[in-house]
């Protein structure tokens, strides 16, 4: 069974970009992970509980086949976060799916995994991306190679599907 690690922030991540894509890939026979940087109960901007299965600490990404940072105000935690840029880059170059949405593919973009990638970010994030070497689109969910992004709330369904048909190939 593929295992795909969902890393959310310990507090105001965005719920539907997290319970969507889990939901999704949970339907379609997945091992789904809950990563944060903390196993107490996780909070959403809208309320949603979620107790976290794992930390970011123990994850290995040679046992994972996909690697999905959540959006929302609290991803800023990893904008700068150096693990989390040592695992995105160790997805990168084992040639795993590493996947962004909302806010989160400032994180990709400051790992500088996305330089020269096709990629998407809600609009507050896009000079961070352009400035790290990213080529932005508008899209809601873009795809290039392995890598995943999805611009926000809104995009949460297709971006889910979009990681099922990535992890599918």
């Not at 500088?112 to 096709?118: F, M, N, S, Y």
């Amino acid at each position: 069974m593929k295992k795909v690690a969902l890393v959310i922030a310990e507090n105001q991540f965005r719920d539907e970009e997290y319970q969507v894509p889990y939901d999704l890939l949970q339907e379609a026979g997945f091992d789904v992970l809950t990563v944060s940087t903390s196993k107490e109960t996780a909070v959403g901007k809208l309320g949603l509980k979620v107790k976290p299965d794992t930390l970011l600490t123990e994850l290995h990404p040679s046992a994972l086949d996909a690697l999905v940072f959540i959006g929302g105000g609290g991803s800023e935690q990893y904008f700068e976060d150096p693990l989390a840029h040592t695992l995105a880059k160790e997805m990168v170059s084992l040639d795993k799916v590493l996947g962004a949405i909302c806010i989160a593919p400032v994180i990709l973009a400051k790992a500088q995994v996305l330089v020269g990638k096709k990629a998407t970010v809600f609009p507050d994030g896009a000079p961070i991306l352009e400035q790290n070497g990213a080529k932005l689109t508008d899209s809601d969910v873009v795809v290039d190679g392995k890598i995943i992004t999805g611009n926000g709330p809104d995009a949460a369904d297709a971006f889910g599907q979009a990681l099922i048909e990535l992890l599918s190939q």
